[in-house]
């Protein structure tokens, strides 16, 4: 672990102070001053003033399911005074991170942790999203073609926020879909996508000029909504803890190999530049 994130983990800094604090000395790891940016080896000592910073025993984390209803926001604060969804879970949760978002006319299965790095994993992640939709009008031959094959749109504003900033979209095709109903009224379908962009399923429908009336998240990943009521929250059971320590521990070694080969790589390129140098 890097020492400033060691330093801002286990004592009362940020990250920038304890850069600070490093930079003017204060810092020793064992008997050694500490310099910037330096990684520390597994069992070192850091003291800050000749005091040692006790590494704290980590609490599980925890993450909630949570069956955001319409109307609501994944969001702390809104500028247009909108409700967020911390109002309605109130202050047990307020310190709880979403995983990823759903829009306010959207509804659904919303992971949050008390776990910043956990959050950022699922949210990151290829897991699979699994969504029932309602849109108006059909379901045409062009639409099914796109969701098995994927597209690519250099203007996917259409069914975007008109405060969005993100204009062309790589849609990647659907892991699945199944069509309950196809009428020229409106249409019913369930998809599995691996990615969460920014509206992402609106801007795919609005391509084809076909307006999203409902969208419900039933999924993510290994974690299913199921009979949860609208506006309620879970805990995730047993079985799910079980799949999401495994999931978290696969991906943080996943991390520490490309960690490990950027360091590597780094170190290439160092000495055979030193190399070259000396030719």
């Not at 060691?6 to 310099?35: C, F, M, T």
């Not at 879970?89 to 759903?102: C, D, E, I, M, N």
């Not at 069914?159 to 900033?165: A, D, I, L, N, V």
């Not at 047993?238 to 070694?253: A, C, I, N």
Request: charged residues 35%; positive net charge; without cysteine.
């Amino acid at each position: 672990m890097r020492l400033n994130k060691y330093i801002s983990h286990y004592a009362k800094y940020s990250r920038r102070e304890a850069d600070s604090l490093i930079a003017s000395g204060r810092v020793n790891v064992e008997k050694q001053k500490a310099v910037l940016g330096q990684e520390l080896q597994e069992g070192q000592r850091v003291f800050i003033d000749g005091k040692m910073i006790k590494p704290k025993k980590e609490a599980p984390a925890t993450v909630i399911v949570y069956h955001k209803p319409k109307g609501e926001l994944v969001t702390k604060k809104d500028d247009r005074d909108r409700k967020s969804i911390f109002e309605s879970l109130g202050k047990k949760y307020a310190h709880f991170t979403p995983v990823g978002r759903l829009d306010f006319a959207s509804e659904g299965l919303l992971l949050l942790s008390d776990d910043k790095n956990i959050a950022r994993i699922l949210m990151e992640s290829d897991l699979e999203r699994e969504y029932i939709l309602k849109i108006a009008g059909r379901i045409t031959e062009k639409m099914i073609l796109a969701m098995e094959e994927g597209m690519i749109l250099e203007d996917a504003r259409a069914g975007g926020h008109e405060k969005s900033k993100i204009i062309a979209m790589n849609f990647k095709p659907f892991v699945s879909y199944f069509i309950y109903k196809n009428d020229r009224n409106f249409s019913k379908l369930k998809v599995k996508i691996i990615e969460g962009h920014n509206r992402e399923l609106r801007r795919f429908f609005a391509h084809f000029k076909a307006e999203v009336l409902d969208l419900r998240r039933v999924s993510y990943g290994f974690v299913e909504l199921n009979a949860l009521p609208v506006g309620k929250v879970r805990y995730l059971n047993r079985d799910e803890y079980k799949k999401l320590h495994s999931f978290v521990k696969e991906k943080q070694g996943d991390s520490k190999k490309k960690e490990t080969a950027n360091l590597y790589k780094k170190d290439f390129k160092k000495n055979n530049k030193s190399f070259y140098k000396s030719l």
